[in-house]
């Protein structure tokens, strides 16, 4: 069965600029995750949704950065006035329940900000 | 302060080796604990998940142990391959907001060599 994809796989921009990236999730799973990984480093947690709404919003960085999800489905993680410290690889994943359940991952989109 | 600790130099064994990684973690109470494979330029991929009051826990060439006392789960490969070379991420699921959080370990990277 299809698995978490994402779009861009890669997006080069200029800082200042916005952007925004996609991801579609397992069909099914409620719960949805944001996740940021820069080089070597392990990965920082973003914000949750559930179902449409994002109980745990607490690793959005500044509020250049936003999150929504639709019809319980495809969630859009906005940068606005993209930084070059925001550059990294930013991992989406989503699972049936989010109490011991594995995560499925999708393939990240690597954002690099010149 | 809380911390994951996973050993950040790679690992590099012999294959047929059993490999074992520690993940160490302080001022955490994780309900469960899960290990996840990460390949260079993919999304984590789950491999095992263990609960608190399990001591270990095993899956065809792995084996996964929890020490609630200790703040300590290791993680072995047993007959080790080549293919087994990645990176392997702990995380810890603790309770905030009233869901599991997955907290990540850096990972530490395994290297098999023939």
């Known amino acids: 069965g299809a698995g978490v994809s994402q779009s861009p796989s890669n997006k080069v921009t200029e800082k200042g600029k916005d952007v925004e990236l996609r991801c579609d999730p397992i069909s099914g799973h409620t719960a949805l995750y944001w996740y940021r990984q820069s080089l070597g480093q392990g990965l920082e947690f973003l914000i949750y949704f559930q179902g449409n709404s994002a109980p745990d919003k607490s690793g959005l960085p500044s509020d250049r950065f936003s999150a929504e999800r639709t019809g319980g489905s495809v969630s859009t993680l906005t940068i606005q006035r993209t930084q070059q410290e925001d550059s990294a690889v930013y991992l989406c994943?989503?699972?049936?329940?989010?109490?011991?359940?594995?995560?499925?991952f999708g393939p990240g989109t690597r954002l690099t900000v010149t | 302060s809380q911390k994951i600790e996973q050993n950040s130099e790679a690992l590099n064994i012999q294959e047929g080796k059993t490999a074992t990684l520690t993940c160490n973690y302080t001022n955490y109470s994780p309900a469960y604990l899960q290990w996840y494979r990460q390949d260079p330029g993919r999304g984590p991929v789950f491999l095992l998940l263990?609960?608190?009051?399990?001591k270990e826990k095993r899956k065809e060439r792995l084996k996964v142990t929890f020490d609630t006392t200790l703040k300590q789960s290791l993680f072995h490969i047993t007959a080790s391959q080549p293919a087994d070379s990645a990176t392997y991420l702990c995380?810890?699921?603790?309770?905030?907001?009233?869901?599991?959080?997955?907290?990540f370990g850096a990972g530490t990277r395994l290297a098999v060599h023939p």
């Open positions: 994943a989503s699972s049936l329940r989010d109490r011991a359940y594995e995560q499925y």
């Open positions: 263990i609960r608190e009051n399990e």
């Open positions: 995380a810890l699921e603790v309770l905030s907001g009233g869901y599991n959080k997955l907290i």
